[in-house]
Nanobody, 116 residues
Framework: QVQLVESGGGLVQPGGSLRLSCAAS????????MGWYRQPPGKQRELVAE???????NWLDSARGRFTVWRDHMKSMVNLQMNSLKPEDTAVYYC??????????WGQGTQVTVSS
């Protein structure tokens, strides 16, 4: 079992920045693929960024170059730095962990609103 606790969402103006953090507990962090998904209003949940246990990454095209994702193994955390935010980045952002057998775990979600 994995427990995920997110922090760092909020309201930001277009062009601004936010950092989301996710603390993982309850299992062996290094063996899990970790990442961030989001669900915009009225839309399906989508992958934003992911770092696998082997260190490779996967990205939402619109996030590439504006967002950075990294893992802190000492603290069992995964962070998402979001720069040059746009109104279309408004969504509930979810931390995700995927075990070696494919089981998905989710945080409670944190709201990110980009608006002037």
């Amino acid at each position: 079992q994995v427990q995920l606790v997110e922090s760092g969402g909020g309201l930001v103006q277009p062009g601004g920045s936010l950092r989301l953090s996710c603390a993982a507990s309850g299992s062996i962090f290094s063996q899990y693929d970790m990442g961030w998904y989001r669900q915009p209003p009225g839309k399906q949940r989508e992958l934003v960024a992911e770092i696998t246990s082997s260190g490779s990454s996967n990205w939402l095209d619109s996030a590439r170059g504006r967002f950075t994702v990294w893992r802190d193994h000492m603290k069992s955390m995964v962070n998402l730095q979001m720069n040059s935010l746009k109104p279309e980045d408004t969504a509930v952002y979810y931390c995700n962990a995927r075990s070696p057998d494919g089981t998905m775990y989710w945080g409670q979600g944190t709201q990110v609103t980009v608006s002037s």
